[in-house]
């Protein structure tokens, strides 16, 4: 037995190894990644990475990240050539991997996943040349900011796994007959007829999540105006500033961005991008809004969430948020 035992520990480690020793494509186990959130490591040649071509990226990923009080950029690009593109840079949480050469035939994108770690966000962009690789960027900004985002978003998610909040989902379920997956560390501020309100406070920063419902009847109601009418009248009722006759509203002056989807079960869903301020006081800040409903529902469920924390930029604190509202659905 103990033979035999040993035979198979020593097969187990032997296929281990060989897949060890070949590409990081052919392995089975994938190391984890390394890197700080929202780093983008681009392989390019440093002369490439001064011209225009790589302005054109280094542009695309600096986009200030919107919904935020303050200039906040998307991404902070890290630029090496492609000789020092070795293992320990391999596992880099977000790639752009680039080559701009006339031996290329047509010049594309391709968006990958999981490359070389796990979980990887990984891009390859081939260019005839610098013109059409800077067209590349400029068509696809949107795409590329999105694919790295959502990326980000679901590491946070997955990070958030196993610590939540199971006495805040059991309410959510049987108040609204919806899951939201809610760390552990967020408490049940308010709770009245049609609205609860959940927060995680600190001495600096406060993040907080509100859900209501309200009578489905046409697909209108996802106007943006219609959503942020609708919004501002539940802040209003249930969300009191610090001073008296102080509320919650949304900072109009500012365009509220919306995004939509409806997948192929009629889910309907349009997500929210904006600021917030306090009427008659000086609070403010960013905040991301999930309404959705389907074709069986009489309501609409929004799960709303904001940050406050004045001393500090905002953009990983609101990732947060949206990693996890983003995870709401019909229980």
Not at 62 to 87: A, C, D, H, M, V
Not at 213 to 242: C, I
């Amino acid at each position: 037995m103990r033979k035999q035992l040993y035979i198979s520990l020593l097969i187990l480690l032997t296929v281990l190894t060989a897949c060890n020793t070949g590409s990081n494509k052919d392995r089975l186990i994938l190391t984890n990644i390394s890197g700080e959130p929202n780093d983008v490591l681009v392989v390019m040649e440093e002369m490439t990475w001064k011209n225009g071509a790589g302005k054109a990226l280094k542009t695309c990923l600096e986009e200030p990240y919107y919904g935020l009080p303050q200039i906040e950029r998307s991404f902070k690009p890290i630029q090496i050539e492609r000789t020092g593109f070795t293992n320990i840079f391999q596992i880099y949480r977000n790639i752009i991997d680039v080559n701009i050469s006339d031996k290329i035939k047509t010049s594309k994108i391709w968006y990958g996943n999981d490359v070389y770690a796990r979980p990887q966000a990984y891009l390859k962009i081939e260019a005839k040349n610098g013109v059409e690789f800077t067209q590349l960027i400029e068509n696809n900004k949107a795409k590329i900011l999105a694919f790295f985002k959502d990326a980000e978003v679901e590491r946070l998610q997955v990070a958030y796994k196993n610590r939540f909040s199971e006495t805040i989902m059991k309410h959510l379920r049987e108040k609204f007959n919806i899951k939201v997956d809610i760390p552990a560390n967020y408490k049940l501020e308010t709770d009245s007829n049609q609205f609860s309100w959940i927060s995680y406070e600190t001495p600096d920063l406060s993040q907080g999540i509100f859900v209501y419902e309200y009578a489905y009847g046409d697909t209108s109601q996802f106007n943006k105006e219609n959503l942020l009418a609708k919004r501002d009248e539940f802040l209003k009722r249930y969300v009191d500033g610090p001073t008296d006759d102080s509320y919650m509203q949304t900072e109009h002056r500012y365009p509220a961005r919306r995004t939509v989807n409806v997948d192929e079960n009629q889910f309907y869903s349009v997500y929210l991008e904006g600021l917030w301020r306090v009427e008659g006081d000086y609070m403010g800040g960013p905040f991301v809004s999930y309404s959705f409903t389907d074709k069986e529902s009489e309501k609409i469920i929004c799960v709303d969430a904001y940050v406050y924390c004045p001393k500090k930029d905002k953009r990983n604190f609101i990732m947060q948020m949206e990693s996890i509202i983003k995870t709401a659905r019909y229980n």
